[in-house]
């Protein structure tokens, strides 16, 4: 095989590669891109011998250094505590309803609660606590199932509702499918319907479903509708719905009760975090004292 040609003008070899007279050069590779191949494969070995890197069957190469993003997690969360530490033991020192009355204490019980409450309880009560319709209830408004005061809010988040908390607060609405004829469930849901009417107030009394009404539901929603805090029993006299609005609701809510279920955040929280939770809480809504 004949020597490879060199190209008189650069100095490198050809291939011996040529298309109408243009030839092709062995053009070397710069100096500079080689080095920095090289050093990528340095640093990789240099990173591979510090950080964890490949996983077998029984564990992974934990590196030199023993970084995991388990242990950094739990570092950063070991510093937040530190950093919150003398604000929760703040929120602790005084009683619940005095933690508002202090403006610092209250921005920063409002700040963390708010936190707590887009991670933990947003999934059901919505982010900003709007609640979702025909499911969780808004937690904005001035209207409670259970109570508004600080300490209502405190009790519900600490031990929920309708769950295996022995404090939980529970209190059943009958099925009446069984016990009332369709007739009358459909009588007392039109009397229902009538308590957020003022157009009704002076027909309201003499309805078939007054009766119904006096002597199957006053006794937890109260003999207006009013609602009891004690049952948990919502206000039916009102334009705001939990399991929505007309009468189709009202025979479906008869027939067949929802169960509204909160969990208990007792064995999950800390009192300083519940403290903050229900200091945003109440900030929302009313702020019932
Ligand atoms: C699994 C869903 C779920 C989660 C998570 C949840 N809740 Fe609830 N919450 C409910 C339901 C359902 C009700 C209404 C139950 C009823 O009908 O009485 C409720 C009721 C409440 C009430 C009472 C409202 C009233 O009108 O009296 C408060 C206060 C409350 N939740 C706060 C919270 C806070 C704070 C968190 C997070 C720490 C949270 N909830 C997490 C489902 C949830
Ligand atoms: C033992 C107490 C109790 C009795 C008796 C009772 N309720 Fe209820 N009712 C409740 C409770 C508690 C809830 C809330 C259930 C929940 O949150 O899941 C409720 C919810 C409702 C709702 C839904 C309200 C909304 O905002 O969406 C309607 C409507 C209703 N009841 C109508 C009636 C009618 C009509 C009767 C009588 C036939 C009746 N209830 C009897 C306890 C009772």
Wanted: with cysteine; charged share 20%.
């Amino acid at each position: 095989m004949a020597s490879p040609e060199r190209d008189p003008v650069s100095g490198y070899r050809t291939t011996g590669h040529e298309w109408d007279g243009i030839k092709e050069l062995t053009t070397p590779i710069p100096h500079w891109w080689v080095s920095v191949f090289l050093a990528t494969i340095a640093v990789a070995v240099i990173y591979l011998y510090l950080m964890p890197s490949f996983a077998g069957t029984t564990g992974f190469l934990p590196g030199a250094l023993k970084w995991t993003s388990k242990g950094q997690l739990a570092e950063d969360q070991a510093a937040a505590a530190t950093a919150q530490g003398p604000w929760r033991s703040a929120i602790m020192a005084v009683p619940l309803e005095q933690v508002e009355a202090d403006p610092d204490l209250r921005r920063f019980a409002v700040a963390g609660g708010k936190a707590l409450f887009n991670q933990n309880c947003a999934p059901c009560h919505g982010v900003g606590a709007g609640g979702q319709q025909g499911q969780f209830p808004s937690l904005v408004d001035d209207d409670w199932l259970w109570g508004g005061k600080i300490d209502d809010i405190r009790q519900t988040i600490t031990h929920g509702i309708r769950n295996d908390d022995s404090d939980s607060r529970s209190s059943v609405m009958p099925t009446f499918g069984d016990n009332l004829s369709k007739g009358e469930i459909e009588q007392v849901a039109d009397y229902v319907v009538s308590l957020s009417d003022p157009a009704a107030d002076a027909t309201r009394a003499a309805m078939p479903g007054a009766a119904v009404f006096r002597a199957n539901c006053a006794a937890c929603h109260g003999p207006s509708g009013e609602g009891s805090r004690e049952f948990g029993a919502p206000r039916l006299n009102d334009a705001i719905w939990l399991y929505g609005r007309g009468r189709d609701a009202v025979i479906r809510q008869v027939t067949q009760p929802r169960m509204g279920m909160m969990p208990s955040f007792a064995a999950r929280f800390d009192e300083a975090t519940i403290r903050m939770l229900a200091t945003y809480v109440h900030s929302l809504g009313g702020g019932e004292r």
